[in-house]
């Protein structure tokens, strides 16, 4: 094989077959051979400078040929189109991800991309549907072009053959062109047999065709920005959502601003994502017997009372294991109270604001459940309401505390150190959540000499009564510690095997970049 073989296989980045690996390694071989016996010469300096010029010039065209055999050669050049495909999926971004992407941004980890590095990716790229099966109608960050070419979303239809399709459509009229926008919202419509996933904006919806019916592989629907107007007017909002009300595989419902009318197959759900009025979430709540996960925000501070009278009766979710709920307004927690008509005998992950702990305790004991993790974000709640609840939860082990008070209203008492006192064991009282493990306390600020307290006691407890579990995390965030007794309980837990960590950046991290948002507990 000539030198312009080796730069033509090169260039192509095709897989060589039997017979080309042979000959480069052949060439290889050879090329080494030569290069030794150069370099043995130079070592040797004997020879004279005009010789020596030349020894190297050859050395360093063997170096080039060597090291373009070992590309051609390379583990990357010899993988089968299988495995090549499989790492093309592994570098997409997927569902969750791409929704919070810029468009630009999601076009960059896109199969667009695999086709323009050289002509195998592309055959490889092209020949599996599965690459193409995301596809993103979005506007272009400067909000100056067409949102999404008709022609590329018609171009991944065909080449996903017959996938399920996962479509995010995260487009408002207000941007710009909505010719192309409505081109292809009836272009995908077209195709709604084959819809695995669906983020729509809210706006958008009535601009569907009809699909009632045809939606029998939908398992995930995000809608966003039904607008207000639409949500609390006097009249009821036009039923979008209608669209939806058949489909028969739909488990997870995300919608950004909640109304009761919505009519969807309640009973199928397992996660539901809502933000609105408490009203509508009760509406919801009522019917969702099979769920599993739910995320709920109540959005209007004037709407916390219970609207309804329920009597003896009880509103059982029998597979509901986690919940997170908030209030628009932090504040507004402390007038909110949880249910007495609600049972959650499963739940074992919760999330709140450290406002709305009352009724809480009520609520684990009539419902029996078994609460393993808790998450207590925005600020930390009264002594004399979370003392019932850690009595009621003694299989708690996770916590997580946020310590800050800048979210609660005026006037308002200090609750971070008399937290830290529940968990701190004293001689002769009953020991609090006994089986925490892992610990994490958001913004210690003027609580470290307690925290520090707290920490050794447990520890110490725990060395003598083996009842008590051993913290084996502890997180300090957004705060660096300057307390020296602090500083020196971290440094001790952490020689004996505790997992400390000190960062003030990992809380915005695990919350997707906003600091004033709970946990993902999903």
């Not at 009318?261 to 919801?284: N, Q």
Request: aromatic residues 6%.
């Amino acid at each position: 094989m000539s030198q312009a073989g080796l730069s033509r296989l090169k260039g192509t980045n095709d897989r060589p077959s039997e017979l080309e690996v042979l000959q480069v390694r052949e060439i290889q071989t050879e090329a080494q051979k030569k290069l030794d016996i150069i370099e043995a010469r130079l070592d040797e300096e004997l020879e004279g400078h005009s010789t020596l010029e030349i020894l190297e010039r050859n050395g360093a065209a063997l170096r080039k040929t060597i090291e373009l055999c070992q590309s051609i050669l390379s583990a990357t050049r010899q993988l089968p189109p299988e495995i090549l495909t499989q790492i093309f999926l592994f570098s997409l971004p997927s569902m969750e991800e791409a929704r919070r992407m810029e468009w630009d941004q999601s076009l960059q980890k896109s199969p667009w991309v695999l086709c323009h590095v050289c002509s195998r990716w592309r055959a490889v790229a092209l020949a599996s549907p599965a690459l193409w099966t995301l596809i993103l109608v979005q506007p272009v960050k400067d909000d100056d072009g067409d949102p999404c070419s008709v022609a590329m979303i018609e171009a991944q239809i065909s080449r996903s053959g017959n996938s399920p399709l996962d479509i995010i459509f995260d487009y408002e009229p207000w941007r710009g062109d909505t010719y192309a926008a409505d081109e292809a919202i009836k272009l995908l419509a077209r195709c709604s047999t084959r819809w695995r996933s669906l983020s729509i904006t809210g706006c958008y919806l009535k601009e569907l065709p009809r699909i009632r019916g045809r939606v029998p592989l939908l398992e995930n629907l995000f809608v966003g920005n039904v607008g207000e107007d639409e949500e609390y007017g006097d009249t009821p909002p036009p039923n979008y959502l209608d669209h939806f009300q058949i489909a028969p595989r739909l488990r997870y419902l995300e919608v950004e601003a909640c109304s009761p009318y919505f009519k969807v197959p309640w009973g199928t759900l397992t996660r539901y994502v809502a933000e609105g009025s408490w009203a509508a979430h009760i509406s919801a709540l009522t019917q969702l017997e099979n769920l599993e996960s739910c995320r709920l925000m109540i959005s209007h501070e004037t709407d916390l009372d219970d609207p309804f009278t329920w009597g003896n009766k009880t509103v059982q979710l029998a597979r509901l294991r986690r919940v997170e709920l908030s209030c628009q307004r932090v504040d507004s927690g402390e007038y909110w109270s949880w249910p007495q008509w609600l049972s959650l005998p499963a739940l074992t992950e919760l999330s709140i604001n450290g406002t709305m702990f009352r009724g809480l305790a009520r609520l684990i004991q009539d419902s029996k459940c078994s609460l393993k993790r808790l998450y207590i974000t925005r600020g930390a709640p009264d002594r004399e309401l979370t003392l019932p609840v850690f009595q009621s939860s003694p299989h708690i082990t996770e916590l997580v505390i946020c310590l800050i008070d800048r979210f609660l209203s005026t006037g308002r008492a200090n609750n971070s150190i008399p937290l830290i006192s529940l968990l701190t064991i004293e001689p002769n009282t009953p020991v609090l959540l006994p089986q925490l493990k892992d610990l994490v306390i958001v913004h210690p600020g003027k609580a470290e000499e307690d925290i520090a307290r707290m920490l050794v006691t447990r520890w110490n407890t725990s060395l003598e009564n083996q009842s008590i579990a051993r913290l084996r995390s502890l997180r300090l965030v957004e705060g660096d510690p300057q307390s020296h007794n602090l500083i020196q309980t971290l440094d001790a837990m952490k020689e004996r095997g505790v997992a400390v960590v000190r960062s003030p950046r990992e809380y915005q991290e695990r919350n997707r970049g906003d600091a004033d948002e709970a946990f993902v507990i999903y």
